[in-house]
Nanobody, 117 residues
């Protein structure tokens, strides 16, 4: 059973930083395509960043240069370092793991990030 547990969200002022964590069990983060997505009120869920099993990263244009996705294999955890936060970054952030063998997506429960102006 794959479980993804996000943490690290909270309330921060514009220009501040947060680091989100996604602790995984039942899967190996270094062997999967892992990602962070977010969903703001009234909007569709959108991709924020991904990291492949080879360590290649990809970012949405809106967060390039401000967010960094990484993983710590020993802790089987994926991180999202968010700097220079803007009010428009306010959303629920979800961790995602994609199993290409079965074409299945797994999701965490989400963590709220609120950026005040």
């Amino acid at each position: 059973q794959v479980q993804l547990v996000e943490s690290g969200g909270g309330l921060v002022q514009a220009g501040g930083s947060l680091r989100l964590s996604c602790a995984a069990s039942g899967t190996i983060v270094s062997a999967k395509l892992m990602g962070w997505h977010r969903q703001a009120p009234g909007k569709q869920r959108e991709l924020v960043a991904t990291i492949t099993s080879l360590g290649s990263t990809n970012y949405a244009d809106s967060v390039k240069g401000r967010f960094t996705i990484s993983r710590e294999n020993a802790k089987n955890t994926v991180y999202l370092q968010m700097n220079s936060l803007k009010p428009e970054d306010t959303a629920v952030y979800y961790c995602n793991s994609y199993d290409s063998r079965w074409n299945v997506d797994y999701w965490g429960q989400g963590t709220q990030v609120t950026v005040s102006s």
